[in-house]
């Protein structure tokens, strides 16, 4: 059974920068695909960014493209959404998922197999 755990969440001003990880504490790390997602209140769960088995292809969802990251270290275990120029649209709980399935990791919220239990992003204007 694959855990995943969320970490880094907080309240930054609008401007800066912070970044989320994820750990896989159970799993075989480098078979699954990863994602981000996050969840305003009063919203649905929405696509952040992707990234594959091995951090060869990454992809993101328009509203955060060229200001968010997701890396990968397989040797770690460890997953990361890097946010820079965060604004107060950003305030959400952002979620880790696992998949091995690359194109569910993008933003087949209803299919992903695995997972965290989210980490507050808080962006004060």
């Known amino acids: 059974q694959v855990q995943l755990v969320e970490s880094g969440g907080g309240e930054v001003q609008a401007g800066e920068s912070l970044r989320v990880s994820c750990a896989m504490t159970?799993?075989?790390?480098?078979?699954?695909?990863m994602g981000w997602f996050r969840q305003a209140p009063g919203k649905e769960r929405e696509f952040v960014a992707a990234?594959?088995?091995?951090?060869?292809?990454?992809i993101y969802a328009d509203s955060v493209k060229g200001r968010f990251a997701i890396s990968r270290d397989n040797a770690k275990k460890m997953v990361y959404l890097q946010m820079n120029s965060l604004s107060s649209e950003d305030t959400a709980v952002y979620y880790c998922?696992?998949?091995?399935?690359?194109?569910?990791?993008?933003?087949?919220?209803?299919?992903?197999?695995?997972w965290g239990q989210g980490t507050q992003v808080t962006v004060a204007s």
């Open positions: 998922a696992a998949d091995p399935n690359y194109r569910v990791t993008q933003g087949l919220v209803g299919r992903i197999s695995y």
């Open positions: 159970r799993g075989t790390f480098s078979s699954y695909c």
């Open positions: 990234v594959d088995w091995n951090g060869g292809s990454t």
